[in-house]
């Protein structure tokens, strides 16, 4: 995973009002370690499951505003400015304007044209994940404690589409289904699919924004959900048997949202 193609997922890191609490929780979670950087890189957290990075956190900042504790989705790009450009010019907007980090990469955050916010990495001496989980057909691979999954949840299902494949390349997506109850398309046609976009516009609450979701894999997603409770967090959505796993949406003590994912009981 240290060369990832235009357009895939290729990172996740959360943004938290308490960064010490965040590698306590996801620790005793998932089973992560973590890296400190210093001063030069603001602090930034790389997590690693058994010695792979395979994520990241940064504490806010004084100035960081009061938005929520979030996971943020960075999909790669070879060139971190012209796609923020390109964003623009199909809808999106800038939230975080390209910046240079180091010479790990260059990073920004855009809003799609749906509202989702999507982070840009382009890579440079780091390429991001170093080791990921399969979910394919309902089942799920070297997914332990690994982010396995990414899905966009939007209202503006078509758009999306068009925005994505404008934007970061998508050329070869599948759509699993095109019914009013159920609408998705596949980053991809074949394995690994990745992730997919989700129509979401018959079920957001009203005021619930478009976004990004990753799913971290667990070998017995309710244990894995009791732990998040044990743990201060809270559960948004209990675990469920689906088409595709059994499934749960939790939240972390801060608020910041993921879900969990592995095998059928």
């Known amino acids: 995973m240290t060369a990832p193609k235009t357009g895939d997922p ?4 959360i943004y938290t009002s308490d960064p010490e609490g965040a590698i306590a929780f996801y620790g005793q979670l998932f089973g992560w370690t973590a890296d400190r950087a210093d001063e030069e890189f603001g602090g930034y957290i790389t997590f690693r499951k058994d010695g792979k990075a395979v994520a990241g956190g940064m504490g806010k900042t004084a100035d960081g505003g009061d938005g929520p504790d979030q996971w943020t989705v960075y999909l790669a790009a070879p060139a971190a400015k012209a796609t923020a450009d390109a964003a623009v010019a199909h809808g999106g ?15 920004a955050v855009l809003a799609d044209v749906g509202g989702a916010g999507v982070g840009i990495w382009q890579t440079g001496a780091f390429g991001g994940f170093e080791t990921i989980g399969i979910a394919s057909g ?13 899905e966009l949840h939007t209202r503006d299902y078509a758009r999306s589409l068009d925005f994505y ?3 970061f390349g998508w050329s070869d997506t599948f759509t699993i289904s095109d019914t009013p109850e159920f609408r998705y398309t596949t980053i991809h ?3 690994p699919m990745l992730g997919g976009v989700m129509d979401d516009s018959a079920f957001l609450p009203e005021g619930a924004p478009a976004s990004w979701k990753v799913y971290f894999g667990a070998g017995d997603v309710d244990a ?12 948004l959505a209990q675990p469920e048997d689906t088409p595709y796993g059994r499934l749960a949406q939790v939240a972390d ?7 969990i994912g592995g095998n059928t009981k």
């Open 189 to 191: 046609a074949g394995t």
């Open 10 to 13: 290729c990172w996740v890191d």
């Open 224 to 235: 894995a959900v009791a732990k998040v409770v044990e743990l201060g967090g809270t559960v």
């Open 138 to 150: 309902g089942t799920w691979s070297n997914h332990v404690g690994i982010p396995s999954w990414f």
């Open 165 to 167: 494949r404008d934007v």
């Open 253 to 259: 003590p801060t608020g910041a949202r993921f879900s």
């Open 93 to 107: 907007a800038v939230v975080v304007p390209p910046m240079d980090v180091g010479d790990l990469g260059a990073m």
